[in-house]
């Protein structure tokens, strides 16, 4: 069955650096994309990024390029999302999603979710 | 950019009824586009990919439609698991993007 599993929730400061995780399980993780998705509190859903576990290749959107920085771990299954210093505006959920694609791409598993919480 | 813009934003319905969505793509985007379902508190989840290739395992009253820069999701008959929040995403070229979303509410 295929997982994927995310870190839990966080509170931090502005200013606070944070690495959230995203683990998959049930299917080859190097292989497949894995996608970051932000949607801030009773707002859409953002594309923020995708990561190929198999060579790190990545690609970011250019609304969250420079302000974050993806990463994985082929090794442990592990995707990560990352920020230096956070800001009271990067409070959101954010997701991580398995984009599959045999011919078409879409995001076929998603993970729980992990809340982001930023305030002085 | 791609921008997509659905339409409606909200809407009322009731049990039984036929419910349509819209998405336009601001250019061009073949069939690359997903549907997704999202109800309040849980991840969103995957319904129609291809514009109109439905996911296993999602009931068959769910359909979509289009090509190039519309595309419909269809519910033919809504159920009560059925409201929520649905978004359509293009895949066509990055950045990849979503809809702003239409949310679907019990008259």
């Known amino acids: 069955e295929v997982q994927l599993v995310q870190s839990g929730a966080e509170v931090k400061k502005p200013g606070e650096s944070l690495t959230i995780s995203c683990q998959g399980s049930?299917?080859?993780?190097?292989?497949?994309?894995i996608a970051w998705v932000r949607q801030m509190s009773g707002k859409g859903l953002e594309w923020m990024g995708s990561?190929?576990?198999?060579?790190?290749?990545?690609k970011y959107s250019p609304s969250f390029q420079g302000q974050v920085t993806i990463s994985a771990d082929k090794s442990l299954n592990t995707a990560y999302l990352q920020w230096t210093s956070l800001k009271a505006s990067d409070t959101a959920m954010y997701y991580c999603?398995?984009?599959?694609?045999?011919?078409?791409?879409?995001?076929?598993?998603w993970g729980q979710g992990t809340l982001v919480s930023v305030s002085s | 950019d791609i921008q997509l813009t659905q339409s409606p934003s909200f809407l009322s319905a009731s049990v039984g009824d036929r419910v349509t969505i819209t998405c336009r793509a601001s250019?061009?985007?073949?069939?690359?586009l997903a549907w997704y379902q999202q109800k309040p508190g849980k991840a969103p989840k995957l319904l129609i990919y291809?514009?109109?290739t439905l996911q296993g395992g999602v009931p068959s009253r769910f359909s979509g439609s289009g090509s190039g820069t519309e595309f419909i999701l269809t519910i033919s008959s809504l159920q009560p698991e059925d409201f929520a929040t649905y978004y359509c995403?293009?895949?066509?070229?990055?950045?990849?993007?979503f809809g702003q979303g239409t949310k679907v509410e019990i008259q």
């Open positions: 999603a398995r984009a599959y694609s045999a011919k078409y791409l879409r995001f076929d598993y």
């Open positions: 049930g299917y080859s993780f190097p292989n497949y994309w």
């Open positions: 990561i190929y576990p198999g060579d790190s290749d990545t």
């Open positions: 250019q061009g985007i073949s069939n690359y």
């Open positions: 291809a514009a109109s």
């Open positions: 995403q293009q895949l066509n070229s990055y950045p990849w993007t």
